[in-house]
């Protein structure tokens, strides 16, 4: 039999040192921006009953989910995804509550990626959700609030919004099979412009238009401009009005030259329905944030609550920047007689009170302790001594 | 700013490309003459190529670490995920088909159909489309030998002249779809480095409208 004890499933890592604390730095830094927001955190269980993660407006692709079968043959999912079991908490045990409610969390999330894709399964994420209110100020916030999250780690982002509505709208008005919708969002998805054309030939009006231009609808205001001119009807149009209000006080915000417009941003179309946004940093090939407004998503919970929200990818932000980090390596070793150690520890104290990172010496020798100091490259050795009831410490520095 | 990242995929797509590139009046000297080298700049530009293997393109692409990436539509079908394929190159021109032996019928009888390829995920989207269950067997080369040595009913390959077919007995029993070479784009890139991604693409298809006419 083959024993697999000495390494880690596919897709998970272990992180150590450096890696931990800049993962820890990532999300202490955007878990702090949360609650001076006053989002206030869960914690839900790592595996849930594989129905809160299956819904009409949420359904989760069941090849991403590791399950398992709990004891009387129920199948349990570990968690895909943190806003479902959030709005699970919200539409349940959080229903008497008054609305709004801000909520965040900041735990993993697991899927399962095709083998060898050199993706993670295990993900640390963290988020908000804004749950219980409409409108645009519910919008502008978490937005602004994405925006912030993604600064206050690095300068080099951007945060790419779009509006799922425009393109519902304007599809509805397109004459085809249900089929033949789902391959044209896929092609706006993906912007592949050539298959599009191609797929659209038959439709010659206003609306075929409009969707072969969708996936072109991206970059600055210009964009907004271009929407209007060929908004094929009412409902089209006042989407991108929402859509420019939204803009317009991004940029007054000062956040012009980090926010994008894509309007071809048209995925889980089911699940979204409104406004849609996506954050990029330097050096991550794929989106670190993404998020937008899920008024639906709780009726899945037996609810009716209007939801906006957004969940970051902390582990590949910690990844992909240099945060400044402070040097945890002892600056003391404390060398001492077992017999000796309440004054040992209480020199510790002292010493650590004061900043300094102590190492207690698990050695029965000054020699062994001196060894060991050396490779780890601790430059200052307190040696604690007890005589006749009064403690003294000499220090020895190494170079 | 770091360069923009193009990887080829090496042979025939890499020719056909490199013409392209120096259509748009790139210096393609360095990649014309190469040696052994892989990765390449492009003279007087921000841009180097980057020389792979046509799956590992799209891997490239997908993980950031190539920006743009040319691959045939054979490629993205078996092994794409998550990029924005925003061109058609036009070249590269072949197709998918299912194929067996001249004169045997396929879609007759209730027996498990055997499928041989090199494309099984490609065999697999078709045959769900049919609603048809298979069975599909994976072959690395030679494909047209499955159903000749009797390991499978018919093959799902990419033809192009469909000579190889006919010299073996085999015939296409049905075309899957149309194949040619694409021009694919990392999502992220696409949002971090829209001016020179969008100046490229505008650069190819002007080179593409002078060629038809």
Redesign the interface.
Same mark, same amino acid.
């Given at each position: 039999m083959t024993r697999y004890g000495k390494m880690v499933p596919e897709g998970t890592c272990d992180l150590l040192f450096k890696e931990c604390e800049s993962l820890r730095e990532v999300q202490n830094r955007m878990t702090e921006l949360f609650k001076t927001r006053g989002f206030n955190e869960v914690i839900t269980p790592s595996f849930e009953f594989y129905d809160v993660f299956t819904g009409k407006a949420n359904a989760i692709p069941q090849e991403m989910m590791y399950k398992l079968i709990d004891s009387k043959g129920r199948i349990i999912a570990l968690r895909p995804d943190n806003t479902m079991p959030v709005m699970r908490v919200a539409a349940t045990k959080l229903k008497g509550f008054q609305p709004p409610l801000r909520l965040f969390y900041n735990q993993n999330v697991f899927r399962i990626n095709?083998s060898l894709?050199?993706r993670k399964d295990e993900i640390p994420q963290c988020g908000i959700e804004l749950l219980g209110l409409r409108g645009i100020k519910a919008d502008l916030e978490v937005i602004a609030t994405a925006i912030d999250t993604l600064k206050c780690v690095t300068g080099e982002f951007?945060i790419?919004i779009g509006h799922i509505g425009y393109f519902k709208a304007i599809i509805d008005g397109l004459k085809c099979s249900d089929e033949e919708k789902e391959q044209i969002r896929l092609y706006i998805e993906?912007?592949? +412009?050539?298959?599009l054309t191609d797929i659209l030939k038959e439709n010659d009006n206003k609306s075929g238009y409009a969707l072969n231009e969708l996936?072109r609808l991206?970059?600055g205001e210009e964009v907004l401009d271009r929407a209007i001119e060929i908004a094929p009807n009412e409902a089209a149009l006042d989407t991108i009005k929402y859509l420019r209000s939204i803009y317009d006080a991004l940029c007054k915000m000062g956040y012009k030259d980090k926010v994008?417009i894509?309007l071809g941003l048209v995925q889980q179309i089911d699940y979204y329905t409104g406004v849609i946004f996506r954050g +990029?940093i330097?050096?991550?090939?794929?989106?670190v944030l993404s998020g937008g407004r899920y008024d639906c998503l709780a009726e899945s919970f037996g609810a009716e609550m209007a939801a906006t929200g957004f969940g970051v990818n902390t582990e590949a932000i910690a990844r992909c920047v240099n945060l400044n980090q402070k040097n945890n390596n002892p600056d003391v070793i404390i060398y001492y007689d077992a017999k000796n150690a309440k004054a040992a520890f209480e020199h510790m104290e002292t010493l650590t009170s004061s900043g300094l990172i102590c190492e207690m010496s698990g050695f029965d020798s000054i020699e062994e302790t001196r060894n060991y100091a050396k490779i780890r490259g601790i430059s200052r050795i307190d040696i604690v001594s007890v005589e006749k009831n009064s403690v003294s410490i000499q220090s020895e520095y190494l170079q | 700013m770091k360069p923009l990242r193009i990887a080829l995929t090496k042979g025939r797509l890499e020719k056909d490309t490199v013409e392209l590139f120096e259509k748009i009046g790139f210096d393609c000297s360095k990649i014309r003459d190469k040696g052994r080298k892989l990765i390449l700049p492009i003279p007087g530009t921000d841009i180097e190529i980057v020389l792979a293997k046509a799956a590992d393109v799209i891997t490239y692409v997908e993980h950031g670490v190539c920006d743009v990436g040319v691959v045939g539509k054979d490629t993205i079908m078996e092994n794409g995920h998550s990029f924005y394929e925003v061109l058609d190159l036009g070249f590269g021109k072949c197709r998918f088909a299912l194929a067996g032996p001249v004169g045997r019928p396929f879609f007759t009888g209730y027996n498990m159909k055997c499928i041989a390829t090199k494309y099984p995920k490609v065999a697999r989207e078709y045959f769900k489309k049919r609603g048809m269950d298979v069975q599909i067997i994976k072959i690395e080369g030679s494909v047209e030998l499955a159903p000749l040595l009797g390991l499978s009913d018919a093959i799902v390959d990419i033809v192009e002249t469909g000579t190889t077919l006919k010299e073996n007995g085999l015939e296409i029993i049905e075309e899957i779809c149309p194949i040619s070479a694409r021009m694919i784009i990392n999502i992220a890139s696409m949002k971090l480095k829209k001016e020179e991604i969008e100046s490229l693409t505008k650069k190819i298809e002007a080179v593409k409208e002078a060629n038809k006419q």
């Open positions: 095709p894709s050199g951007r790419e993906s912007k592949n +412009y050539a298959a996936p991206f970059g994008l894509d +990029y330097q050096n991550s090939g794929d989106y | -």
